[in-house]
């Protein structure tokens, strides 16, 4: 942690930040708006992200801030690279003073990556419930669609009836919508989320020793 950060930082569970996700290399930007608790885990962090991208965390995932990386509990998929834990680390001990920049890859195939930018660490709104939708713009690519370059392909296809693929990729992508958030989806999951982050904050202890997703 910077020795510069305020010393409420480390022990502040009730500060908030706002975090934006960016789906990079998409244009029109793909992007999201939250506000989360500093006190939640990296690994919590892992699962508003997916909530509010709409993945469904099929795939391995990992945070990188610095040189330093963070994700699930290490196995043989993983290498040699020496990797912490998200479960064990909070969201508030990588903080830097005024804006930290975070890298999240989900989907080693496809490669999702995800620029976090997270400012604005302040008090929380004791009547507000956390973490929290704040907003953002146009849906995320279907899962397994092939990264990036397929991600296009398929929006080509789903846009033109005389594509040759046109068919096969309205079957596929069924109902989805690139221009649509679900909003209401994603105010619910949260909910959901803030309920467990509560649980954890209440077993004693639950702001010492974080548990896997807390």
Same mark, same amino acid.
């Given at each position: 942690? =910077?020795?510069?950060? %305020? ?15 960016? $789906?990079? +290399?998409?244009?029109? $930007?793909?992007w999201r708006e939250v506000e989360v608790p500093t006190a939640m885990t990296l690994a919590a962090l ?20 610095? !040189? ?19 479960? %064990?680390? !909070? $969201?508030?001990?990588? $903080? ?18 995800? !620029?976090?930018?997270?400012? &604005?660490? &302040? ?15 146009? =849906? #995320? ?26 068919? +096969? #990729?309205?079957?596929? #992508? ?19 989320? #803030? ?15 974080? %548990? !896997?997703?807390?």
């Amino acid at each position: 942690m =910077n020795p510069s950060a %305020k010393p409420a930082a480390s022990e502040g569970v009730d500060e908030i930040a706002t975090v934006r996700i960016e $789906l990079r +290399d998409t244009d029109p $930007l793909i992007w999201r708006e939250v506000e989360v608790p500093t006190a939640m885990t990296l690994a919590a962090l892992h699962d508003v992200i997916q909530t509010a991208m709409g993945w469904f965390d099929c795939h391995l995932w990992e945070f990188t801030i610095g !040189r330093q990386g963070y994700g699930p509990p290490m196995d043989e998929d993983w290498g040699s690279e020496t990797r912490q834990e998200a479960s %064990k680390v !909070r $969201l508030r001990d990588v $903080l830097k003073p005024r804006r930290t920049t975070i890298d999240y890859l989900y989907d080693f195939g496809d490669s999702w990556e995800h !620029r976090l930018t997270v400012t &604005r660490v &302040r008090a929380s709104d004791p009547a507000a419930s956390y973490p929290r939708y704040v907003g953002g713009e146009r =849906n #995320a690519p279907p899962e397994d669609c092939g990264g990036i370059p397929g991600f296009y392909d398929l929006l080509d296809a789903l846009a033109d009836p005389g594509h040759p693929n046109h068919a +096969d #990729a309205t079957e596929w #992508a069924d109902d989805y919508d690139p221009h649509t958030v679900d909003e209401r989806r994603i105010k619910d999951a949260f909910l959901g989320i #803030a309920k467990r982050l509560n649980a954890a904050r209440a077993r004693p202890g639950g702001n010492r020793s974080p %548990k !896997r997703g807390s």
